[in-house]
Nanobody, 126 residues
Framework: QVQLVESGGGLVHAGGSLNLSCAASGFTFSYYAIGWFRQAPGKEREGVSCIVTSTGFTYYADSVKGRFSISRDNAKNTVYLQMDSLKPEDTAVYYC???????????????????WGKGTLVTVSS
């Protein structure tokens, strides 16, 4: 049974930090890229970052570049998203998703993901 379980969300003041975790099970972790997405109230889901679990290749959306850092622990089948210098506009439900890949690159196309977690809420107060 495939599972992606996010954790680490919460309430933080602007300028603060949070570290999200995405624990994966039920599939061969090394065959996949893992992406982080977010959806703010009234807005479409958007890609934030992704990582190729086998090679460590990473991608960041311009809106988070320099503030967020994605990493993985293959021994734990877990991907992390370290979020620093948080802004109120980062407030959203954050989801992780798995994408079966056939090359060494990842992307954050919502329609391309194979499995999704249920999300964790991040609220940044001003």
């Amino acid at each position: 049974q495939v599972q992606l379980v996010e954790s680490g969300g919460g309430l933080v003041h602007a300028g603060g930090s949070l570290n999200l975790s995405c624990a994966a099970s039920g599939f061969t972790f090394s065959y996949y890229a893992i992406g982080w997405f977010r959806q703010a109230p009234g807005k479409e889901r958007e890609g934030v970052s992704c990582i190729v679990t086998s090679t460590g290749f990473t991608y960041y959306a311009d809106s988070v570049k320099g503030r967020f850092s994605i990493s993985r622990d293959n021994a734990k089948n877990t991907v992390y998203l370290q979020m620093d210098s948080l802004k109120p506009e980062d407030t959203a439900v954050y989801y992780c998703a798995a994408d079966l890949i056939y090359n060494d690159y990842c992307n954050t196309l919502v329609s391309g993901m194979d499995y999704w977690g249920k999300g964790t809420l991040v609220t940044v107060s001003s």
